[in-house]
């Protein structure tokens, strides 16, 4: 069962940062489209319509991660410093992308200039960042 609920939470977590990951190649392809006032219309229903598709694939593999993380701990790993910050790293990766979001993507309206579409790359920035150190704690932050 642990093996069973430990490739779950990788699967899981392998989900949400591939749905980021691919996230940012869409947003990287249609840059040229929505900051052009010729040609936003369109591909602005298009963004919006696979935005709200990866937030229902993104929030399953979050709440897979969470689900499977406390099972893992519950039963097997234990409650320890470790997967107490781990928990928590996935919280504040949650809550900061998803504050983001909410602070510098919404307001965007299509077309917009160069430089207000450079908010999308903050957005991934934090994203892999964060990532990167729930990654780092994952495989590194055991031994202390």
């Known amino acids: 069962m642990r ?6 939470h990788v699967i899981c977590f392998a989900l ?7 996230s940012m190649f869409v947003i990287r392809t249609l840059e040229p489209r929505l900051t052009n006032p010729d040609r936003a219309s369109m591909d602005e229903e ?8 990866e937030v229902k694939l993104v929030d399953v593999a979050f709440l897979g991660v969470l689900l499977t993380g406390v099972l893992l701990a ?9 997967t107490a910050v781990k928990l928590a790293l996935y919280f504040v ?8 979001i909410a602070k510098f993507i ?23 960042s964060l990532f990167f150190v729930v990654l780092v704690w994952t495989y590194f932050g055991r031994d202390l």
């Open 106 to 128: 919404r307001p965007l309206k299509y077309p917009c200039s160069p430089n207000e579409y450079k908010r999308w790359q903050g957005l991934f920035a934090v994203s892999f």
């Open 93 to 100: 990766q949650f809550g900061a992308t998803t504050l983001y």
């Open 74 to 82: 519950q039963f097997f790993a234990g409650w320890t410093l470790w």
């Open 16 to 22: 949400w940062m591939g749905a980021v990951a691919a």
């Open 46 to 53: 298009l963004l919006k319509t696979y935005i709200r598709h």
């Open 3 to 8: 093996q069973f609920l430990l490739f779950l």
